[in-house]
Nanobody, 125 residues
Framework: QVQLVESGGGLAQTGGSLRLSCAAS????????IGWFRQAPGKEREFVAT???????YYAESVKGRFTISRDNAKNTVNLQMKDLKPDDTAVYYC???????????????????WGQGTQVTVSS
């Protein structure tokens, strides 16, 4: 079993930056993939970014060029650097992981077995 713990988040102004971190502990395999999803009030959970253990990263179109996902395999941590934030980025951000993801599955939250508790990101206009 894997535990994921998010940190970071908070309040930012439009155009500002925030950094989220996700620490994984437990039985992470060599193929463990970690990603970020977000959920705004009244909306479905949506894909933000994911990164494979080999550090290949994929992004939602809405955040491409503004967000950067990175990972430190030695520390089992994944970071999400968010820049040029917009009010539409306001949501609870969740770290998610799975050991068996394939490329066609990464944008679907149903394929991720492990989830963090979520961290709030609020962007004021």
């Amino acid at each position: 079993q894997v535990q994921l713990v998010e940190s970071g988040g908070g309040l930012a102004q439009t155009g500002g930056s925030l950094r989220l971190s996700c620490a994984a502990s437990g039985r992470t395999s060599s193929q463990y993939t970690i990603g970020w999803f977000r959920q705004a009030p009244g909306k479905e959970r949506e894909f933000v970014a994911t990164i494979f253990r080999g550090r290949t990263a994929y992004y939602a179109e809405s955040v491409k060029g503004r967000f950067t996902i990175s990972r430190d395999n030695a520390k089992n941590t994944v970071n999400l650097q968010m820049k040029d934030l917009k009010p539409d980025d306001t949501a609870v951000y969740y770290c998610a992981g799975d050991a068996g993801l394939i490329l066609s599955s990464i944008r679907n939250h149903a394929y991720y077995d492990d989830w963090g508790q979520g961290t709030q990101v609020t962007v004021s206009s």
